[in-house]
Nanobody, 112 residues
Framework: QVQLVESGGGLVQPGGSLRLSCAAS????????MTWVRQAPGKGLEWVSS????????YYADSVKGRFTISRDNAKNTLYLQMNSLKSEDTAVYYC?????WGQGTQVTVSS
């Protein structure tokens, strides 16, 4: 059974940084995408970034390109999202997703 547990969210001032983590377990597939998705208050889901397990190629939404970095630690089975130069519009619940499995989400609030 796939389990995903996010952590690392919180309150940060504009221009600040946060690193989200997603501890993953229970995968049987060899190749899969690990993805961060977010949902801002009153809005729909927005894809943020993905990394492919087979080659570690990374992909970013235009809204976060150059500010966010996705990475994974295979030894720890953990996915990360380093978020720099945060803006108020980055405020959202951030979810980790692998195939059809979702984590519980972690709140990121960017405010002065």
């Amino acid at each position: 059974q796939v389990q995903l547990v996010e952590s690392g969210g919180g309150l940060v001032q504009p221009g600040g940084s946060l690193r989200l983590s997603c501890a993953a377990s229970g995968f049987t597939s060899r190749n899969y995408y690990m993805t961060w998705v977010r949902q801002a208050p009153g809005k729909g889901l927005e894809w943020v970034s993905s990394i492919y397990s087979a080659d570690s190629n990374t992909y970013y939404a235009d809204s976060v390109k150059g500010r966010f970095t996705i990475s994974r630690d295979n030894a720890k089975n953990t996915l990360y999202l380093q978020m720099n130069s945060l803006k108020s519009e980055d405020t959202a619940v951030y979810y980790c997703k692998v195939s059809a499995s979702w984590g519980q989400g972690t709140q990121v609030t960017v405010s002065s």
